[in-house]
Protein backbone atom coordinates (compact mmCIF):
# COMPACT_ATOMS: atom_id res chain seq x y z
CA UNK A 1 0.00 0.00 0.00
CA UNK A 2 1.32 3.24 -0.81
CA UNK A 3 2.32 5.65 2.03
CA UNK A 4 0.26 9.45 1.73
CA UNK A 5 1.15 12.46 3.95
CA UNK A 6 -1.95 14.51 5.54
CA UNK A 7 -2.44 17.36 7.08
CA UNK A 8 -4.44 17.83 10.27
CA UNK A 9 -7.31 21.30 9.59
CA UNK A 10 -7.25 21.93 13.45
CA UNK A 11 -3.79 21.18 14.49
CA UNK A 12 -1.85 21.51 11.70
CA UNK A 13 0.10 18.26 12.33
CA UNK A 14 1.20 16.66 9.26
CA UNK A 15 1.21 12.97 8.98
CA UNK A 16 1.68 9.59 7.04
CA UNK A 17 -1.01 7.25 6.29
CA UNK A 18 -0.65 3.92 4.33
CA UNK A 19 -3.88 3.63 2.40
CA UNK A 20 -4.89 2.50 -0.66
CA UNK A 21 -4.93 4.06 -3.76
CA UNK A 22 -8.61 4.10 -3.56
CA UNK A 23 -8.90 5.59 -0.42
CA UNK A 24 -6.12 8.51 -0.50
CA UNK A 25 -7.94 11.30 -1.24
CA UNK A 26 -11.18 10.17 1.36
CA UNK A 27 -10.51 12.25 4.87
CA UNK A 28 -8.73 10.31 8.12
CA UNK A 29 -8.67 11.41 11.50
CA UNK A 30 -4.87 13.01 13.28
CA UNK A 31 -2.97 11.23 15.49
CA UNK A 32 -4.32 13.60 17.91
CA UNK A 33 -7.72 12.33 17.17
CA UNK A 34 -9.20 15.43 14.68
CA UNK A 35 -11.52 14.47 12.21
CA UNK A 36 -10.70 15.34 8.57
CA UNK A 37 -7.47 15.22 8.05
CA UNK A 38 -6.82 16.20 4.17
CA UNK A 39 -4.07 14.63 1.64
CA UNK A 40 -1.05 16.60 0.60
CA UNK A 41 0.44 16.75 -2.54
CA UNK A 42 3.68 14.60 -2.98
CA UNK A 43 6.57 16.38 -4.34
CA UNK A 44 9.39 14.00 -5.86
CA UNK A 45 12.75 15.31 -5.31
CA UNK A 46 15.77 14.46 -7.16
CA UNK A 47 19.12 15.02 -6.77
CA UNK A 48 22.26 15.13 -9.01
CA UNK A 49 22.11 16.38 -12.98
CA UNK A 50 20.72 14.60 -15.91
CA UNK A 51 22.89 14.25 -19.01
CA UNK A 52 21.38 14.37 -22.57
CA UNK A 53 22.79 11.18 -23.74
CA UNK A 54 23.02 10.15 -27.69
CA UNK A 55 19.41 9.02 -29.14
CA UNK A 56 20.01 6.23 -31.50
CA UNK A 57 17.75 5.19 -34.24
CA UNK A 58 16.12 8.21 -35.98
CA UNK A 59 16.83 9.19 -39.64
CA UNK A 60 19.80 8.28 -40.62
CA UNK A 61 21.30 11.77 -41.45
CA UNK A 62 19.45 11.93 -45.12
CA UNK A 63 16.79 14.71 -44.24
CA UNK A 64 15.97 18.20 -43.04
CA UNK A 65 17.48 17.22 -39.71
CA UNK A 66 21.28 17.04 -40.61
CA UNK A 67 22.18 20.02 -43.47
CA UNK A 68 25.05 18.66 -45.40
Known amino acids: MPLYDYRCR ?7 ARR ?9 PCPEG ?4 VR ?3 VFAS ?10 G ?5 CACHPG
Open 47 to 56: TGRAQAGPVG
Open 10 to 16: TCDTVFE
Open 34 to 37: HPGA
Open 40 to 42: LLS
Open 58 to 62: GCGGA
Open 20 to 28: SMSESSAPV
